[in-house]
Every structure is written in C-alpha cells, then in structure tokens.
Nanobody, 121 residues
C-alpha cells in the first residue's frame, strides 16, 4: 500500500517562497515516478511537475517553469517542490502523486491528501 503525505502548505504573500514535502511509504521514491499536481475549486486537477525514477528527467508545466523546482531525497524517501516567485494564481490545493510519465506530463495513480497553498496579492 503506497501512502503519500504532503506538508508545507501555508499562506504567503505574492513573490514569496514555500517548500512542499511529500513523505512516501510503501514505495521508494527512487524507483517511482513522482510528481505534483494542483487543484482549485471548480477546476480539474492540473499537472505541475514530475521527476522520472528511470533517468531523473524532470518535467514542468509551462506555468511554473523557472519558478518551481522538484527534487527528491532518497535517504528520506521524500519528494519536494520548491516554489519561488509565488503568484496569486498559484493558490490551490497541491497533491503529491506517484504514477506514469507519458510524454512530458504525468498521470497519477496514487495520491496524497493534499496541502493548501494560498498566495495573497
């Protein structure tokens, strides 16, 4: 049973930074494709970033390129999302996921419970 637990969500001012963490159990992050998604009320969950277990390739949504960085710490079995230059439109519930990478995006199979990120203007 794969369990993913996110943390690090908070209220931050525009231009600020946050680091989200995703602690995994039941699966090692070094042998799983790991990623982040986000969702706002009334909208579909959207892909944010992913890292491939196979070759370490990293993929980002265009909306976060240059501002967000995904990384993993195999010793802690944890995946991170460093978010800099936050904008009000980044406000969402952020979900950690494990799944398949197809092309330059990811399809989640296992999900965390989500963590709220709110960016004030």
């Amino acid at each position: 049973q794969v369990q993913l637990v996110e943390s690090g969500g908070d209220l931050v001012q525009a231009g600020g930074s946050l680091r989200l963490s995703c602690a995994a159990s039941g699966r090692t992050v070094s042998t799983a494709n790991m990623g982040w998604f986000r969702q706002t009320p009334g909208k579909d969950r959207e892909f944010v970033a992913a890292i491939s277990w196979y070759n370490g390739n990293i993929y980002y949504a265009d909306s976060v390129k240059g501002r967000f960085t995904i990384s993993r710490d195999n010793t802690k079995n944890t995946v991170y999302l460093q978010m800099n230059g936050l904008k009000p439109e980044d406000t969402a519930v952020y979900y950690c996921a494990s799944g398949a990478i197809i092309g330059v995006t990811m399809f989640g199979q296992f999900w965390g419970q989500g963590t709220q990120v709110t960016v004030s203007s």
